[in-house]
Each structure stands twice: as structure tokens, then as C-alpha cells.
């Protein structure tokens, strides 16, 4: 089964300072897609950044990029310039697109982000 | 610009009672998707509706039910609570199971059982 890893439960930055969340997972498969989602305390689920497994090249939005190590099934988050909005909590997640198989979204128990002013 | 919209926002039952949680989705997305969030762990799937006329099960479906009602709207029941199943729960829906196009996700209902 796939598992997904974030192994900082608690993460700080001072404002304006850049700062990096781990995810590491584990799949047999080679076509996949993974997602970052923030959830501030407000608790709705916001989609951050998405990576499909093919592309080499690391997605970009803004001040969010991710460094996507396939083969070591690394897919981490970098926030630059961190503002206080960015805190929250940050749940990387993994979705197999295997047709004909089960449809799940397999999530991260999530890092805590805090931004010191 | 109402997204996935869950109904009620909280809710306490007593062990035993049933209830029904409701989602609807105005971005006429194909599939819908039903989560629970425990403290200290992320979301787990319960079931999901990859397209109208069609669940199935997810990670942790015991006690649970679905009804995909039409397009629109996915419901989740509880015939028989337990103090296990106290969590906040989150509808999303995608425009397309197997796809790389994202989940949207409704802002959750906390719901306690006593």
C-alpha cells in the first residue's frame, strides 16, 4: 500500500525567510500524481502545488516551489519569502491514477508551519 | 463562488442515533469523495463516487453508507454512531477520478459523538 511520510510535525520561519517541508513515499508505481494542501485554522483544505510523477520539471506557483526527487521518492515544499498568511498546516499527498484500481488520495499526517513576525 | 458545500457544520449525536451528512458541489465535477480527519493524522478516505451511479469503498468504510444522489450531491450516513467515529469530516469533489486535477474540499464538519 502506498504510505506517505512527513517527518517534521512542527516547522517555524521568521517572516520573509524561506523554509522547506519533507515528504517522502513509498509506491511500487511509476505514474502518479502528488500535492501539497494547506490547511489554516480556518480547516478548509487549500490546494498549494501539484507534480505529475512524468514530468521532470519541479511545479512552480508563485512562492511555492517543490524539489521532486523521483527516485528517491522525495517531494518536498519550499515556501520563499514566508508571509504570515502561510501558517498552517501542510499535508503532502499522493494519488494513484491506476485505472481500473481504487481511486485514493493518500495524505501525510501533515507539519505544522509556524511564521514568526 | 460556493465550491463543495457541506451541511451541518457541527453536530453532536448520542451512541447509537444515526444521521446524515450532506454534500453538494456546484463545479459539475464527475467524482466525489467523502474524508474524516483525526487529531494528529491526516485525511482517510471513507468512500468515493468516481461518476454518477457508482461508490466505492475507500481506506476506513466500516459504519458508513453512501448515496451519490445525483451529480450534484454525495451523502454520507452513520446508521448506528460510536464514539469512533468523533472527527471532522470532508467532502471534495474532482472533475475526474484518475486524473491529475485536484480535489476540492468543503470546509468540513466537526461532529462529536457522546
Known amino acids: 500500500a502506498q504510505t506517505v511520510t512527513q517527518s517534521q510535525p512542527e516547522m517555524s520561519v521568521q517572516e520573509a525567510e524561506t523554509v522547506t517541508l519533507s515528504c517522502t513515499y513509498d509506491t511500487s508505481e511509476s505514474d502518479y500524481y502528488l500535492f501539497w494542501y494547506k490547511q489554516p485554522p480556518s480547516r478548509q483544505m487549500i490546494l498549494v502545488i501539484r507534480q505529475e510523477a512524468y514530468k521532470q520539471q519541479n511545479a512552480t506557483e508563485n512562492r511555492f516551489s517543490v524539489n521532486f526527487q523521483k527516485a528517491a521518492k522525495s517531494f518536498s515544499l519550499k515556501i520563499s519569502d514566508s508571509q504570515l498568511g502561510d501558517a498552517a498546516m501542510y499535508f503532502c499527498a499522493y494519488r494513484d491514477i491506476t485505472q481500473g484500481g481504487s481511486e485514493k488520495l493518500v495524505f501525510g499526517k501533515g507539519t505544522k508551519l509556524t511564521v514568526n513576525p | 463562488n460556493a465550491g463543495v458545500t457541506q451541511t451541518p457544520k457541527f453536530q453532536v449525536l448520542k451512541t447509537g442515533q444515526s444521521m446524515t451528512l450532506q454534500c453538494a458541489q456546484d463545479m459539475n465535477h464527475n467524482s466525489m469523495y467523502w474524508y474524516r480527519q483525526d487529531p494528529g493524522m491526516g485525511l482517510r478516505l471513507i468512500y468515493y463516487?468516481?461518476?454518477?451511479?457508482?461508490?466505492d469503498k475507500g481506506e476506513v468504510p466500516n459504519g458508513y453508507n453512501v448515496s451519490r444522489l445525483n451529480k450534484r450531491e454525495f451523502s454520507l450516513r452513520l446508521e448506528s454512531a460510536a464514539p469512533s467515529q468523533t472527527s471532522v469530516y470532508f467532502c471534495?469533489?474532482?472533475?475526474?477520478?484518475?486524473?491529475?486535477?485536484?480535489?476540492?474540499f468543503g470546509d468540513g464538519t466537526r461532529l462529536s459523538i457522546l
Open positions: 471534495a469533489s474532482s472533475e475526474q477520478a484518475f486524473s491529475n486535477q485536484p480535489q476540492h
Open positions: 463516487s468516481a461518476s454518477e451511479g457508482t461508490t
